[in-house]
């Protein structure tokens, strides 16, 4: 069992940052992959990111590549979410999840385990 808890949102005006972190209460954090996702009100949950077991590979949605980056420290049992460039559109509520095995997916269904989420608000 892998319990997460998400912090770090809150509103912050178009081209700001936020940094949200993800920790995990299982022994065996390095173990799982990690991903975040987000749900805007009204859409469906759509996939963000993911990082390996160790760190050293990611994968991102295209609408945010190249603005957000997540990074891990195993040593604390947590996962980050840093966020760049923030636009409206990027308003949701951000969850991190994580899952056995070792493929990094988008697939949401895959993760079994999920933190509660964080908001963020992005003013125009």
């Known amino acids: 069992q892998v319990q997460l808890v998400e912090s770090g949102g809150g509103l912050v005006q178009a081209g700001g940052s936020l940094r949200l972190s993800c920790a995990a209460s299982?022994?065996?954090?390095?173990?799982?992959?990690m991903g975040w996702f987000r749900q805007a009100p009204g859409k469906e949950r759509e996939f963000v990111g993911t990082?390996?077991?160790?760190?050293?590979?990611?994968y991102y949605a295209d609408s945010v590549k190249g603005r957000f980056t997540i990074s891990r420290d195993n040593a604390k049992n947590t996962v980050y979410l840093q966020m760049n460039s923030l636009k409206p559109e990027d308003t949701a509520v951000y969850y991190c999840?994580?899952?056995?095995?070792?493929?990094?997916?988008?697939?949401?269904?895959?993760?079994?385990?999920w933190g509660q989420g964080t908001q963020v608000t992005v003013s125009s």
């Open positions: 990082i390996s077991r160790s760190g050293g590979r990611t």
């Open positions: 999840a994580a899952k056995d095995g070792i493929m990094l997916t988008s697939h949401s269904d895959e993760y079994a385990y």
């Open positions: 299982a022994r065996t954090f390095s173990s799982y992959v």
